[in-house]
């Protein structure tokens, strides 16, 4: 079959807007550079005000929820932050890193790489926003009755969907269940993690408890953070681990890091 | 996304103590003294000077070695689907990246994985040939090809927005008649799943003077070769790349900071206005 009598290319002369919206960040122009500001206002605030009166912590979340938060807030969100500083040197964003440093990869690259592997929905950014959404739909039902619908399952399969919430290595991860601990005795409004954190009790004879994704997700909800931009929240706050690591082996030799023997190399 | 069974309460490491220090490849490898082994071939006896870089690109993306003219086609429609314009969202990292000075690897990667996105780059393409493939079985099943364009328009409020027909920025593709052309020049025949989409672009064409896309071309063509939707998308995940780094090159071999520099005000501020910080 032949082209047929098509449309002739033209342009749609779609009406785009002539400049860039943003509701985040304000640069007011120095009175002789266009280019140069004088000031910059975050969500209206001053950031050497900002510099000088309050934490990173407190000018992170301004940055994604426009509002500064309260000091409880804060206090949770700094808790989460250390709890994911560092996915350890097991987690494969982290060896992304480590290979980068030890390949000798330029140093700019180390961060790149290893956060875009530290994306991936296997235990990492991309399971937050699901089990994000996994949390906002269930969290006001009993979780009992989340517990049975999950066994029931679609067609009596006994596969279950809980994103951010399962087992690694065939059996439940320890460390997350006693951030959530110590998170839980922090004041402010913990919902959501409340909620999980029952479910996991529930599931734990399914060896199913928190990962760190879950624990990302169920205190990420509490403060107010949208489930696609945790996607980022979650890379953001392991970039320390990812890039530290990398750079502990840039300087190093690549017989550094083990190298697979031949023999333990199998083409099947 | 994470999946348990419900039956999974013993601690069961074994699948993970068989694989440590240990690599089990599907793929080859290379063992020095004996030679670079992909898919079984003998990479520097059977493939170089013999085979096109592209018949590796798909051996290494499918595990099937291609013939000469299917790779050949698919260089053809990667030169379709990345041009050096950096108006183009991925190209315009490739010239923001050279105008900040970034290595041309770094704006190439960086170009690339702006293309894995819903709108443009290669997952359009996996998302083409899971319709043309959904509506070949439509098709079969005994719709009528009027029912699955009705059907898909109903999905967007009666308009022909259907994966691999119309087309953002511009009306018409001059693509697809450049990869028509390069189809018949390699002898390769129109089969089941371009005819439909031939049959939905005529209806396009009368109801809503729309035509098929490079992308509906493309998936089509691909599915009558016997390409998954998978597939399609591994070998063209890098399709990008060229465009990326002419955008790159361009800026980079200027001042630094002169692709489109803006002023302060070239931003519209809408957020809240300067306010005292509380104590």
Known sequence: ?268 | MKTMSLNDKKINTEIWDSNRNIIKSHKGGWFPGKGVFSHGYNMMEDFVGKKSYMQIVLLNATGRLPDRKIADWFEAIHICLSWPDPRIWCNQIGALAGTSRTSVVAATVTGVLASDSRAYGAKTIKAGLEFIQYAYSQYTSGKTVEEIVTTECAKHAGKPYIMGFARPIAKGDERVDAMERTTRNLGIEVGKHLELAYKIEKILLEKFDESMNINGYMSAFLSDNGFTPDEAYRICSVVVASGVTACYVDSKDKEADTFLPLHCSDIKYTGKAPRDLPD
Not at chain 1, 76 to 102: F, K, Q, S, Y
């Open chain 1, 1 to 268: 079959m032949s082209s047929q009598n098509r449309t002739k290319v033209k342009s749609r002369k779609e009406a785009f807007v002539e400049k860039t919206e943003t509701r985040i960040w304000y640069e007011e122009p120095s009175n002789d550079n266009p280019y140069i500001t004088k000031s910059n206002h975050c969500h209206g605030y001053d950031i050497l005000e900002l510099a000088k009166k309050r934490s990173f912590v407190d000018v992170l979340y301004l940055l994604f929820r426009g509002e500064l938060p309260t000091a409880e807030n804060a206090k949770i969100l700094e808790h989460l932050m250390i709890a994911l500083i560092n996915p350890g040197p097991r987690h494969p964003a982290t060896r992304a890193a480590m290979n980068t440093g030890i390949g000798k990869t330029d140093p700019a690259h180390i961060l790149p790489i290893g956060l875009t592997i530290m994306g991936g929905e296997h235990s990492g950014a991309s399971e937050v926003e699901p089990s994000m959404r996994f949390l906002r739909k269930n969290r006001k039902k009993p979780v009992n009755e989340v517990v049975d619908i999950l066994r029931r399952g679609k067609n009596n399969s006994e596969e279950l969907l809980t994103p951010g919430f399962g087992s690694k290595f065939g059996s439940v991860e320890i460390l997350p269940q006693k951030f959530v601990d110590q998170i839980l005795q922090l004041p402010g409004d913990h919902q959501t993690l409340e909620w999980a954190n029952e479910f996991c009790k529930r599931m734990n004879t399914f060896n199913i408890s928190w990962l760190p994704t879950g624990l990302a997700a169920a205190v990420l909800s509490d403060l107010g953070f949208q489930p696609r931009t945790c996607i980022g929240i979650f890379q953001l706050l392991s970039a320390p681990g990812l890039l530290a690591h990398g750079m502990e082996l840039a300087n190093k030799p690549v017989t550094a890091m083990p190298f697979i023997s031949d023999e333990n190399y199998v083409i099947e």
